[in-house]
C-alpha cells in the first residue's frame, strides 16, 4: 500500500456487484433493485458504493434523508434516488432541485412540494409510505386512500411508489411480516379499487428479499445483503454474498511489558505475564466502540491478538505475545479476512452487544476508504486528500 493512511476500510466493488448479482438471480428480471445508501451505504461511503450497484444493475437508490439524496446528486449520480425518511415542509425546494423522490406523510409538505416543483419547471415523482406494523414512519393504512385522493390532484406530481417497511423479516417467526403484508396488500387494493394505480410498490428489505418472496413487488430495497452481511444470526442467509468491507491498521508501536504492568486508561488489564504489546492506532473517534475494550481481537501475521484495557479515541494495545516477529507496520485486520483466519462484522458486533449494521455504520470519516476492483485500488476517499 503506498499511502500514509494508519488505518482504512477497504471496499471492495467486486463484492458489491456480486451481492447485486445474487440479489438480481434471487428476485428475478421484472423487479428493481433499489438498495439502500443511507448512513454513508452503511459506513462503506455513499457515492462510489451506489455507482458500482448501479452499474451492477440496480436501477434506483434509497436514502433516509434528503441530504443524503443530495450528495448522490453531487456525486454526478442521476439515477432515481427515494427519500425514504421525513422531509419538513420548507425542505420542499431541496428535493425540488435536486431531483429527488419524496415519501410523503402530509398533505401540507405535499403542497409545498408541488409549488417547489412548478417553481423549477419540472414534474417528480413521490411514494407513500405507509405504517403496517412497525409504529415508526408513514400513514397509518386507513388514512392512505384520503390522502392518496388529494394528491393525485396536486400539479406537478405523480404518485409512483406505495412502499411499508417490515419489523420482523429477519426473525424466525414471520407471523408479523405476513399480518403486514396483507395490510400493504389490502391498502393497495382499496387504492386499486378507487382507480389510483401504483406503478412501482415496495416492501422488502434483505431478509424479507431472501424469504419472501410473496413480497416484491415491482422494487426491492435490499441493505445489509448487499453489502454481503447476513441480516440475522439465527439463519444462515438463503443465497451466497460476499462482504464488501474490510477495516485494517496497522502495528504502530511494538514493546514488551513487564509482569504487572497496566494497560491504557483505567490499568483495567494488568499483564500476568510478561507481554508483548502492540499499539493499533484505531479508536472510538474512528468509530471503533468503546465497549470493545478487553474483548475484540484483531488479526497480525494470520493469527488472532486479543485487545488488552480499554479502547481510547485514538489506539488500543493487543496482546502479540502469540504472533511470532509481530513488528512496526505489521498490517493489523480489525474486521475482515487475513491468511486463513476472519474476523466478521457480526463476531465484532457480538462482543459490542449490537448488530453488524452498526458495526458497519459507526466507521467515522477519518477512517480512509479504499474502493478495489480486481484487487487493486481504484478510488480513495480521505480527510485531507
Ligand atoms: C425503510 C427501509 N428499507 C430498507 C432498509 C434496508 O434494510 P436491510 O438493511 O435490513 O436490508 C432499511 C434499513 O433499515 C429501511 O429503513
Redesign the pocket.
Known amino acids: 500500500m503506498d499511502h500514509a493512511f494508519v488505518n482504512w476500510a477497504e471496499i471492495d466493488l467486486d463484492a458489491i456487484a456480486f451481492n447485486v448479482q445474487a440479489i438480481r438471480r434471487q428476485v428475478g428480471p421484472g423487479v428493481e433493485i433499489m438498495p439502500?445508501v443511507?448512513g454513508n451505504a452503511?459506513g462503506h461511503g455513499a457515492a462510489p458504493v451506489s455507482k458500482a450497484a448501479l452499474q451492477a444493475g440496480a436501477t434506483r437508490l434509497?436514502v433516509?434523508r434528503a441530504i443524503e439524496g443530495g450528495e448522490l446528486r453531487q456525486a454526478g449520480i442521476d439515477a432515481p434516488v427515494l427519500v425514504?425518511?421525513y422531509t419538513p415542509p420548507d425542505g420542499a425546494p431541496y428535493i425540488a432541485q435536486h431531483d429527488l423522490t419524496a415519501s410523503l406523510m402530509t398533505l401540507e409538505f405535499a403542497q409545498a412540494l408541488s409549488a417547489a416543483v412548478g417553481a423549477v419547471g419540472r414534474t417528480l415523482p413521490v411514494h407513500i409510505?405507509v405504517d403496517t406494523g412497525m409504529s415508526r414512519?408513514g400513514l397509518m393504512p386507513d388514512e392512505v386512500l384520503e390522502f392518496a385522493r388529494a394528491l393525485v390532484k396536486l400539479p406537478n406530481l405523480q404518485l409512483e411508489g406505495l412502499?411499508t417497511?417490515f419489523a420482523t423479516?429477519?426473525s424466525l417467526d414471520l407471523t408479523h411480516v405476513r399480518r403486514q403484508l396483507a395490510v400493504f396488500n389490502e391498502v393497495l387494493s382499496a387504492l386499486h379499487a378507487a382507480g389510483i394505480e401504483i406503478p412501482l410498490p415496495h416492501a422488502?428489505?434483505?431478509?424479507?428479499?431472501m424469504r419472501l418472496p410473496e413480497a416484491r413487488f415491482k422494487a426491492v430495497?435490499?441493505?445489509?445483503?448487499?453489502?454481503g452481511m447476513p441480516?440475522s444470526d439465527d439463519w444462515t442467509p438463503t443465497f451466497e454474498i460476499h462482504p464488501a468491507l474490510t477495516l485494517k491498521s496497522r502495528v504502530c508501536r511494538v514493546r514488551r511489558l513487564p509482569v504487572g504492568a497496566g494497560v491504557s486508561y483505567g490499568r483495567t488489564f494488568v499483564t500476568q505475564r510478561e507481554t508483548v504489546a502492540a499499539l493499533v492506532p484505531v479508536g472510538y473517534g474512528d468509530g471503533f466502540h468503546r465497549i470493545l475494550s478487553n474483548k475484540a481481537q484483531v488479526l497480525i501475521r494470520g493469527k488472532r491478538a486479543p485487545l488488552i484495557g480499554r479502547v481510547c479515541m485514538d489506539q488500543f494495545v493487543v496482546d502479540a505475545t502469540e504472533i511470532p516477529g509481530v513488528e512496526l507496520n505489521d498490517e493489523v485486520v480489525l474486521v475482515g479476512r487475513q491468511g486463513s483466519e476472519q474476523i466478521s462484522a457480526e463476531e465484532v458486533a457480538r462482543l459490542a452487544g449490537t448488530i453488524n449494521?452498526e458495526v458497519t455504520t459507526s466507521l467515522l470519516p477519518r477512517v480512509a476508504r479504499l474502493y478495489l476492483r480486481g484487487g487493486k485500488v481504484v478510488e480513495t476517499t480521505a480527510i485531507g486528500e
Open positions: 439502500a443511507k452503511y434509497a433516509h425514504m425518511g409510505k414512519y412502499f417497511h423479516a429477519d422488502s428489505n434483505s431478509a424479507a428479499i430495497r435490499p441493505g445489509i445483503a448487499f453489502y441480516p449494521y
